[in-house]
């Protein structure tokens, strides 16, 4: 018969750490090739107004960034005022300039992509509806039938 002995203290086994530098490095890679930056700085303040329909667009890269609001404090209102200003990627534009901006932001996509291109008006709500129709108009005078506008999540009153 087979004899039985008393359990013995089992001793863990060190961790090797070996690869764990290159763990650490390839997460790092991940991370540099997913993270996208900023495509450009915002130079007028824009305070979102609320809305209770919400709908969250499906394809972010496919989305071009009209700004609207006062210039920001500083060297901005210096230069351009207090009123509501416009800015195209990284730059305050008038209004005029609407067209190229869609006709540089439209051929910037892959072909497959051009008909998919939407603009987002990210408007301050203090904006006045005028110079928003005014650059709905020169979007719509330019092709560009695909408007969204920027809200935050409000409650209904």
Known sequence: MARFTGKKAKETPALNMGSMS??????????M?????????????ITVPKATEIVKLEKKSLVSYIN???????????????ESRIQLNDQISEVSSIPLFVESEISARAEADRPFVTFSIKADKNTKM????????????????????????????
Request: aromatic content about 16%; proline content about 2%; cysteine-free.
């Open 33 to 45: 090739t997913i993270t996208t930056m900023r495509e450009s700085s915002l130079y007028v303040s």
């Open 68 to 82: 609207v609001g006062t210039p920001m404090a500083g060297e901005w209102q210096k230069k351009y005022g207090t």
């Open 22 to 31: 290159d763990i650490i490095f390839m997460l790092l890679f991940f991370f």
């Open 130 to 157: 005028g110079l928003i129709s005014d650059i709905k108009q020169e979007l719509r005078n330019s092709g560009a039938f695909k408007i969204f506008y920027n809200a935050a999540h409000g409650e209904r009153k």
